[in-house]
């Protein structure tokens, strides 16, 4: 009786370990399917990436940025176009660059005026800082320095546009930086060109007011001040509101 007693344990015994081999197979299989499953989207997923160009950048970009950063650095080594002519050279690199954008594909080219943007608003920044870091007394000089920079812009963009309609042109190709040199503002701008024409003033200011917005509560009340004083010597001067949006 009590072998028969231990036969039946020894059996059960051996059910059970059937079933716990039977219950981890279908497991270990599961996890090795999972695995290969997660393996395969994540490759599927790096070449799609690939091919759309994530992991590599068009030459076309690389050339636009290398555009904006010279014209930047330009722009930083001088503080401005100093003449009309250094002023129609700037102008027509304007131009030059919101062309090579236009003709960069959907994809790239809000990356382009993107890239754009911020080297505009570095360039404001440092006009800006530029103002603030001299003394009081010496405030107007430079003050009086970026508005004659900006009116050289001005006029630099009037002649360019006269010139192209003379010869039955409608302009520079799209505004270079937007639309054209704010008067008083930076000279390297506005906000990049866009595809299919200009934009309006309105556009322009929305852009511009879109990134201070964007800026710090110290920095909002540096740009209010630095606007204020730049209107205020404007209309001394007798010249038309321009510059940053207020």
């Known amino acids: 009786m009590s072998a ?37 989207l994540a490759l599927v997923a ?20 290398a555009m904006q950063q010279e014209q930047v650095k330009k722009f930083a ?13 700037l102008v027509t690199s304007m131009a030059t660059i919101n062309q090579k954008v236009n003709e960069l594909p959907e994809n790239m080219r809000g990356q382009a005026q993107q890239d754009g ?37 001005r006029k630099a963009w009037e002649t360019g546009q006269s010139a192209m309609k003379a010869v039955g042109l409608g302009g520079t190709g799209g505004q270079a930086a937007g639309g054209g040199p704010p008067a008083g503002g930076p000279p390297a701008g ?21 990134m201070i917005d964007k800026t710090s509560p110290e920095q909002r009340s ?15 001067r007798g010249l038309p509101p321009g510059g940053p949006p207020r």
Request: no cysteine; aromatic share 8%; hydrophobic share 40%.
């Open 190 to 210: 506005g906000p990049p060109g866009q595809s299919g024409g200009a934009r309006t003033e309105e556009e322009r200011n929305k852009w511009r007011k879109d």
């Open 77 to 89: 080594a001088t503080g401005g176009p100093t003449n009309v002519l250094e002023a129609v050279e």
């Open 117 to 153: 943007g911020k080297l505009f608003m570095t360039a404001m920044q440092k006009r800006m800082d530029n103002y603030f870091d001299l003394p009081a007394e010496q405030r107007q000089a430079e003050l009086d320095k970026q508005i004659d920079q900006g009116e050289f812009m």
């Open 46 to 65: 790096y070449l799609i990436l690939w091919l759309s160009g994530f992991f590599a950048t068009d030459p076309r970009l690389v050339e636009v940025r």
């Open 4 to 40: 028969s007693a231990a036969e039946t344990r020894q059996a059960l015994a051996e059910m059970m370990r059937a079933r716990r081999g039977e219950k981890g197979r279908p497991v270990g299989i599961m996890i090795g399917i999972s695995l290969a499953v997660a393996g395969l």
């Open 222 to 236: 540096r740009w209010t001040e630095y606007i204020r004083a730049m209107q205020e010597r404007r209309e001394q």
